[in-house]
């Protein structure tokens, strides 16, 4: 009796509990509002108006019961949005949106979130304390499409396409898809497994079918039967049971687009496909993103998933946290983490000075405020000579504006070099999480903050980890710091295709015209304790840093395919300081025995003597 007494209490604990908590939150059902799942009716309107509801007040859950919710363009909230990474395709057509409030959850309750045209599934703005949580954003007619290989010979291939979800027409011999409200010509291909579902080796960049592949026709078999057949064939041809990626469209905006909030919190998400980068954060501070997968519908058949970076970060500070997250099937990086740096166009005075946007991804963002810290940086060694603070900042037009400083700028700084904002600069910790197999590298990372890659799988086309920072091409800034990359396992297919930067499995590869080995661009990059799959020779390439530690990782020869790099040293130095190479373990032959180093003092690599690498 004493314990039914008690076991009664508890649950009266417990319901008043969850009682008071779910008055506190003050929960929104969209069911209330009129919206049920599973009708495909337009939830655009509804969400309006739970947000509006939703205003100057605290503590509110938007809740979803658990089903299918379509999403149209029409009643959307329409706004311009100049978004890193992505073209300048204005207004953003917006889906769900969290304008201005403060502790506030969306709770999707394991829901699917379908979209239908161009829109942008998730924008938060100019908001704090938000958590997103458990639904999946796709579209029933995606954005990119698919075939499957069915034959070939010497005249071209056959694909199966999806006419259900990837309408075509052939126009002027060219494939030409046709969507909801829109239509696109194929121009780009990309050859996966259809058992791994691993990019196809040796395909990556060089293009899947030759250079000169563009030059194709197309003509239509039977329905959903299409053959590409060019004079003379294609340079190379897919292997038959293969799945083709066709990429047919632009990057016009984010499945889930974070910008100037904090407190970001996304958890139990399902990205299963997406137009741009899947979730961009721009400008915003202190994000979380746990049990998110940006992957293909499988359920669907479906190879693709996002059309371009799964999860991107602009201009951050505070901390970045990734745990327990996936990627798979995208057409750029898992992870890219970087700043924007802009040229210094004109000198205007001794301390206002003249910039622009060199990147047309970049163009129109507010890329600084009164109070924050820049670094000038001169662009041919990449060495910051100076810092200042902005003390005025006024937009010119969407490519320039001007920077009225505290002080006067460095004497050596002239027109053509470049600014850094070091405001925002977060610290990253990425773990327990899967880089599956997608179009270019796996993981980018430019940030000056503390940095931490722990315990994660990386099956990446090409380089699993490249440490990148320029202001001469794409114009990404951010020398690290303080990196750490440890138990970490680099499986095949790890650099399997080439592709921009990939210079070995780890890539240190910052752009810089003329690298001087005494003023090193990057600083205190220790890599310990991981394991290694190589089936190639080059493990680690490194380009400008001054303290490096590969010490106490494990390779482990693969034979999964053929050597194909151009480089032939296990690791290249390039310009570096005050390297310790220790400790390794080697299982099989292992081919990158060879350390080679360039522009710099072989004094400079403390390698003891019984290690297997070897000048």
């Known amino acids: 009796m004493k314990s039914a007494f008690l076991l009664n209490l508890l649950i009266v604990a417990f319901l008043w509990i969850a009682f008071q908590t779910l008055e506190a939150q003050d929960t929104i059902s969209v069911a209330d509002l009129g919206l049920l799942p599973n009708t495909r009716e337009n939830a655009t309107p509804f969400v309006n108006k739970a947000m509006a509801m939703m205003e100057g007040q605290q503590n509110r859950v938007l809740y979803f019961p658990q089903g299918r919710y379509d999403f149209w363009p029409h009643h959307c909230i329409e706004k311009e949005y100049f978004e890193s990474n992505t073209y300048d395709i204005n207004p953003k057509r917006l889906g769900i949106v969290v304008d201005g409030l403060t502790n506030v959850t969306l709770e999707g309750n394991g829901s699917e979130f379908i979209f239908h045209d161009r829109m942008q599934p998730v924008t938060v703005d100019g908001s704090s304390n938000v958590s997103l949580k458990n639904f999946s954003v796709d579209w029933d007619i995606p954005l990119t499409a698919q075939g499957e290989v069915i034959s070939s010979d010497a005249e071209g291939f056959t694909i199966r396409i999806n006419t259900n979800e990837s309408p075509y027409i052939i126009e002027n011999h060219k494939l030409v898809f046709v969507g909801e409200g829109w239509k696109s010509a194929l121009w780009e291909v990309m050859e996966f497994q259809s058992d791994t579902r691993f990019v196809e080796p040796y395909t990556g960049d060089a ?260 440490i990148a920072g320029d202001a001469n091409y794409w114009y990404e800034s951010g020398a690290v710091r303080d990196v750490t990359i440890h138990n970490n396992v680099f499986e095949y297919p790890c650099m399997s295709s080439m592709y921009q930067f990939c210079e070995a499995i780890i890539s240190i590869l910052p752009e810089i015209p003329e690298p001087d080995s005494e003023y090193p661009f990057h600083r205190n990059i220790t890599i310990t304790n991981n394991t290694f799959h190589p089936f190639d020779y080059p493990i680690l390439y490194a380009k400008s840093v001054d303290g490096l530690q590969f010490t106490n990782n494990t390779l482990i020869r693969s034979n999964k395919i053929e050597p194909f790099h151009k480089r032939q040293a296990g690791i290249t130095l390039d310009a570096c300081k005050n390297v310790t190479i220790n400790g390794n373990e080697i299982e099989g032959d292992v081919l990158g025995k060879k350390v080679e180093v360039i522009d710099m003092n072989p004094k400079e690599v403390k390698m003891p003597s019984e290690e297997f690498f070897k000048f």
């Open 207 to 466: 293009q899947a079918l030759g250079h000169g592949w563009q030059n194709y026709m197309a003509k239509e078999v039977t329905p959903g039967l299409v053959k590409l057949y060019r004079q003379g064939g294609f340079k190379r041809h897919p292997k038959v049971g293969n799945w083709l990626v066709l990429r047919h469209s632009t990057r016009d905006h984010a499945g889930m687009f974070l910008v100037n909030s904090k407190d970001i919190a996304i958890e139990g998400v399902r990205i299963y496909h997406t137009a741009g980068l899947g979730v961009l954060s721009q400008y915003s501070e202190n994000i979380s993103l746990k049990d998110v997968k940006v992957v293909p519908n499988k359920a669907k058949g479906r190879f693709l998933s996002g059309h371009d970076d799964g999860f991107h970060f602009m201009g951050c500070k505070g901390q970045i946290t990734v745990d327990n997250c996936e990627w798979a099937g995208l057409m750029d990086d898992p992870i890219n983490v970087h700043g924007t740096c802009v040229r210094i166009t004109e000198i205007l005075s001794p301390q206002k000075i003249k910039c622009r946007f060199m990147h047309d991804m970049s163009a129109g963002m507010v890329w600084g405020q009164p109070g924050e810290q820049v670094g000038f940086i001169e662009n041919k060694s990449m060495r910051t000579v100076g810092f200042g603070t902005i003390e005025a900042y006024e937009v010119i037009n969407k490519e320039e504006f001007t920077v009225q400083l505290s002080a006067p700028i460095p004497g050596e700084i002239k027109a053509g070099a470049a600014l850094e904002n070091l405001t925002w600069t977060p610290d990253v910790a990425i773990r327990n999480s899967l880089f599956g197999s997608c179009r270019a590298r796996g993981l980018l990372l430019s940030t000056l903050g503390k940095i931490v890659v722990e315990n994660n799988r990386f099956q990446s086309s090409g380089s699993a980890i490249l």
